[in-house]
Structures are given as C-alpha cells and as structure tokens.
C-alpha cells in the first residue's frame, strides 16, 4: 500500500516562493499518478497538478499554470511542487495523493486512492 509523507508549507508573503515535497513509499514509483490537491477555505478540495510516475506528463490547474511546478524524482520517489509567485488566493491545505496505475489525468479524472495528511499553506497579502 502507498504511504504519502508531505513536507514544506508554512507561512508567505504574496509574491514569495514556497516547495511543497511528498516521499512515496509502499509501491513502485512508476506505477502511479502523483499530484498535489488543495482545499481553500470554504471551497472543495480541486487538483493543482499531477505527474505520471510513468512517462512524467503533467497537469496543471489553470490558475496555477506558469506559476506552479511539479516534478519527480524516481530515484528518491519523491514529487516536488515548486510554487512561485504565490497568490492570497493559492492558501489552503494542500494534500499529495496517488492513484494506483494512474497519470496525471489524476487530477481531472477519477480521483485518488491515497491521500497524505496534508500541509497548510498561507499566503499573506
């Protein structure tokens, strides 16, 4: 079974940075789909971006596209969402989660199966 460890998050003033990292363990790195799902306050958990542990194609929110980017390193089966020019409107917790044999269409399609514990991101203005 997969286990999802987030790290990263804290505290930023709009227009800083902040990296967001999840460790991936429990089941062969190349067999999932991997992204990052936020929930705002008040608003439905949505997906931000998504990777495929296969080929490494990615998804990305609109909102976010430009701005946002994610990666993995199959080697060390971590993703990594490097955010930059971050937005009031981009705080929320924000969760890595997995589908087995999934894409990146993990974040527009049927969902995950797993998700981590979730790490609270806040953007002041």
């Known amino acids: 079974e997969v286990q999802l460890v987030e790290s990263g998050g804290g505290l930023v003033q709009a227009g800083g940075s902040l990296t967001l990292s999840c460790q991936v363990s429990?089941?062969?790195?190349?067999?999932?789909?991997i992204g990052w799902f936020r929930q705002a306050p008040g608003k439905e958990r949505e997906g931000v971006s998504c990777?495929?542990?296969?080929?490494?194609?990615?998804y990305y929110e609109r909102s976010i596209k430009g701005r946002f980017i994610i990666s993995s390193d199959n080697g060390k089966n971590t993703v990594t969402l490097r955010m930059n020019d971050l937005k009031p409107e981009d705080t929320g917790v924000y969760y890595c989660?997995?589908?087995?044999?999934?894409?990146?269409?993990?974040?527009?399609?049927?969902?995950?199966?797993?998700w981590g514990q979730g790490t609270l991101v806040t953007v002041s203005s």
């Open positions: 429990g089941f062969p790195f190349g067999d999932l789909g």
């Open positions: 990777i495929s542990g296969e080929d490494g194609s990615t």
């Open positions: 989660a997995a589908r087995y044999y999934g894409g990146s269409y993990l974040c527009t399609g049927p969902g995950p199966e797993v």
